[in-house]
């Protein structure tokens, strides 16, 4: 059985650990409100975005007529992989690291040849002594995630898909759906997919004409088609590291609240255990005492 000092000093050890994953746990809280808050509501707009593009398209066909949305014969694809510049934060970055390993896969057995577009540093740990071919890493977007990096991040995977002959451009990272549930999820972000006129499904095919909404368009459905565009892609990228960051946070405050419970139970146990010993040496003593003053007589 250890000793009184080994035991009052793990107590002493357990209970300054609890101070820290109590105050990782409140930051975290602290940035998953802000985060959850901005997400929610930029989904709404992202969704909604989206319908617009789409229901222009109905009327117009402009699928393949801007360069963001054509598709390509070539073979190569990138895949952005969103994960984190820390630990802590429970199983978020393995799941993002089997969902990208296993994604990869099937790329490959697609025919591309992929190459990757690190977010993160976890994720570039892991990539950067395999095989693939790392055509950015940047650990700096998840310090402080805003419109304008996820401006720059957009800019960057536009010019990589018109320049240099990328046939897709992918994404895996963590959607957040709440505090304790963030799934990994895999998605294409290039070329842009504009649902056409005979992609409707039979349920809406019924509706007459007159019930659809009519867009009044100024100055032209082709200018503001292709403006909209690019803008889908800036908003797709901002709410995937929007997405990515809301589940870190949340990862993290419960693994932190996790590791503060485990704390105060390892603090409970210790406790008793330093009772017990702390027992045993005073009973250990009494019997010392009482034995020398039996010798005596």
């Known amino acids: 059985m250890a000793n009184l000092r080994e035991v009052r000093t793990r107590i002493t050890s357990v209970k300054s650990t609890r101070q820290i994953t109590g105050a990782m746990k409140m930051v975290s809280a602290s940035k998953l409100r802000k985060a959850q808050n901005a997400i929610e509501s930029l989904r709404y707009y992202a969704d909604h975005l989206k319908d617009i593009l789409n229901d222009i398209n109905k009327t117009i066909s402009l699928s393949q007529n801007h360069d963001l949305s054509a598709h ?14 820390k630990g802590l934060c429970g199983p978020f970055n393995t799941h993002i690291l089997k969902k990208s390993t296993t994604y990869i896969n099937w790329l490959i057995d697609q025919g591309f040849e992929v190459s990757l577009y690190i977010i993160g540093k976890k994720a570039n740990d892991f990539f950067k002594n395999r095989e693939y071919e790392i055509i950015h890493f940047d650990h700096e977007v998840n310090d402080k995630v805003s419109f304008e990096n996820a401006i720059n991040v957009s800019e960057h995977l536009k010019k990589l898909f018109l320049e240099d002959d990328f046939a897709r451009i992918d994404a895996v990272y963590n959607r957040f759906k709440n505090v304790v549930v963030q799934e990994p999820v895999s998605e294409k972000i290039l070329p842009v997919d504009i649902f056409k006129e005979e992609n409707i499904s039979e349920a809406n095919t019924n509706i007459d004409d007159e019930q659809h909404f009519k867009h009044i368009l100024e100055p032209s459905q082709e200018l ?36 503060t419970e485990n704390a ?34």
Do not use: F, W
Not at 72 to 85: F, R, T, V, W, Y
């Open 264 to 297: 105060s139970e390892l603090i409970k146990e210790l406790t008793l255990t330093y009772n017990k010993v702390r027992q045993a040496s005073i009973t250990r003593e009494l019997v010392e005492i009482v034995s020398g003053a039996e010798a005596l007589k």
């Open 72 to 85: 390509k014969e070539g073979k190569k694809a990138l895949l952005m992989i969103c994960s984190s510049n």
């Open 224 to 259: 503001i088609v292709n403006d909209i565009i690019p803008k889908v892609i800036d908003v797709e990228i901002y709410r995937i590291l929007l997405d990515s960051y809301a589940s870190e946070q949340g990862a993290r405050m419960t693994a932190m609240h996790q590791a």
